[in-house]
């Protein structure tokens, strides 16, 4: 019996794959016809195809279907296959795949799986048998397209339009820079219509299948190289040009035949800094954004997280160093030997061979100059508000640019905003275990991509779907594993409390377990204390990731860590009921050093009964630039001063039995590089030891200040 598999992204079917027996074949939309193909061999050239859709290798769940089905049969809690795949059951009704980054989701009944469901950033792939789509989330795009295709018959909300070939244009800047702009339009649409934008320093030729679904939906698709990127001409600065450039590329827009004046923007990470750069210039023609995990300005995110140098962000720095990218360059077999390299300008020359110009321009703009200011987007913000919608995740490493954009948006009138913010890193809604930690059955969405569709269809196409009537924001809980809603951020319902740092047990001889048994309390104390560490440059503390992955928030057990003696630690009694903390933490540390600068990198973790120790949040600031990132004003040997540091957000439930702890170091390889602890900073070549001493207690109120549900 030959069985239909109908495979769709973002509600659009792209592909049918028959099943007979040992034999499958294939046919597959033509998107610059929108006729379907010969069917022919499900060859791995076909499987490529769906894995630039979808990211996953639809090949291998045939193959491994019928052990899956033979586990599913036996009705167990979880399963892990002969090649090592693990799946846990949920409510009856699925399998979800663990510990895989695009995991893929089996949706079963008595006969067997009829549907796989694949979440990404925001895009979600439904691989489904023919007849059985309206068991899915497909069921929903029909309220967003209640039509069905005429030129289609299978299951398929519409209308779906062919896309055009593209054209390539050059976008002349103000400056007289020529921007190499492609454009893909909708064939067969008579009347004007809106664009949406995506300016990428990756290559404009390279992933354009996942913005098909805008084409094909409508919209012409407007895919351009940023500025010194590919086919663009000028000098590649990152972030430098692009409100400008950003501005001169939507009036071009806008000016073109076939544009009705509107324009909406998408992309993450770089290509959601863009969106914010774009609006920034305060241009009419931008109506709406699809911002994801977007990228924030130099001292608050990247390159110069609280006025540190981000070392984690090299990978990504190497990848770039060329006018095209190469991912490759980002795997380093010895990233711990190129990361003690000083001057910091020479670590390129050693690990690639050459100089990067851009980045011996950010050393050399050292504090916040016009330099730096001119990439703010956020500061340099003018006009109205930008209709955005916004995702990202509490362990997304550029989540101190969303951190900036909902501070801006906040004051926006209701309707023009929205976020979505998840248990996601930065690679977004793709994992239910982050480093293996647990973020619950319930952690990624499928409807991500319905969001975005219903924004543009609202606010380009006047839709009334009622999409600006929904929460202004969609957040998760970690502890409890539910999403929750709420119309601000942090949310209406938290109030604001602290927990102050006082002094605990004094530990026995070698016993590092509390890391000096500090405490945390909601009494603050009138007796005053202190906690003293010495942090050596040549032996930092480490910030557990992976280099190569590019991920530097990710969620990791530091209890080991945690045991260095350069790491206090503060931590409150067990929790004799749960404590939902929700929004950025900030924390105040009142300190002490017998030199002229050093670092604080603060923690923010969830102990469990055993003694687990799992960072949820955290923070680092340039003592330095305590008062402000323009001028360093240097410590003095015993002066105290307060060092306020603002935490990445986060939403958790701490757990009866568990423990809230605070974390206090001067150091995170991996993450930023070293201060020297002289006037120098990260980039010197002579280093001394620090004593540090963090004060509590009396006039030192040293504490953590958050919001709690």
Known sequence: MKTQWNFYLSGILYGKIYEEQETKTVSLLDVYTGKWGQEKPFTQEESLFFQKLCSRDLREFFE????????????????????GEAFTFRRGESYFQRHRKFPKDLFFDREGIYAVLMSARDTVGVLVKKGWEEKTVLREWKKVYPRQNPECDEFQPGPVWPVSQPKTFYVTTRDGERLATDVY??????????????????????????????VQRGYALVIQDTRGREDSTGEWLPQHFEVEDGDDTLNWIAAQLWSDGQVSMTGGSYLGYVQWAAAASG?????????????????????????????????????????????????QENWDEILKTRPLKDIPKIALGHEVDFLTKWLEHRDMDQFWKKNNWKARYQGNPVPALILSGWF???????????????????GTWKAVLGPWKHSGNADYDIHNIYMGEDALRY???????????????????????????????????????????????????????????????????????GRLTAAFGEKKGAEEYTYDPENPAVHLVDMSENELEVPEDYTKE????????????????????????????YASCDCPDTDFFVRITDVDEQGKSVKLADGVLGAKYRNGFEHPQYMEEGKVYPIRIRTTKISNTFQEGHRIRLTITSSGENFIFPNSNTEEGFDSDKVQKAKIKIHWGGDTLSRIEFFRE
């Open 396 to 414: 997304d490493d550029n989540g101190m640019g969303t951190t900036e954009a909902l501070e801006l948006v906040k004051t926006w009138p209701k």
């Open 562 to 589: 945690e045991k260095r003696e350069d790491i206090l630690s503060f931590t409150t009694e067990k929790l004799s009921s749960p404590v939902t903390i929700t929004g950025e933490l900030s924390v105040l540390l």
């Open 185 to 214: 339009l909708p064939l067969g649409i008579q009347e004007k219509c809106p664009a949406v934008l995506v300016r990428t320093p990756y290559g404009k030729s390279k992933g354009t299948e996942v913005y098909w679904r805008f």
């Open 283 to 331: 241009n009419p023609h931008l109506k709406a954004m699809l911002s994801s995990v977007c990228a924030g300005s130099a001292f608050v995110d990247i390159p110069r997280r609280g006025g540190c140098f981000n070392s984690g962000m090299l990978a990504w720095g190497f990848a770039m160093s060329e006018r095209q990218m190469r991912p490759e360059l980002m795997a």
């Open 447 to 517: 409807d991500v991509d319905m969001l975005c569709m219903m924004w543009l269809e609202h606010f380009l196409k006047g839709a009334e779907n009622g999409i600006e009537k929904t929460p202004a924001v969609e957040y998760y809980t970690l502890g409890e594993d539910c999403w929750k809603s709420a119309e601000n951020w942090p949310p209406e319902n938290t109030v604001s409390e602290k927990l102050y740092l006082a002094g605990g047990q004094a530990p026995a001889k070698g016993d590092r377990e509390s890391c000096g048994k």
């Open 64 to 83: 491994e279907k019928s052990e899956y089905e033979e586990n599913i049969r036996k009705a167990p809690a979880g399963f892990v296959t002969g090649k």
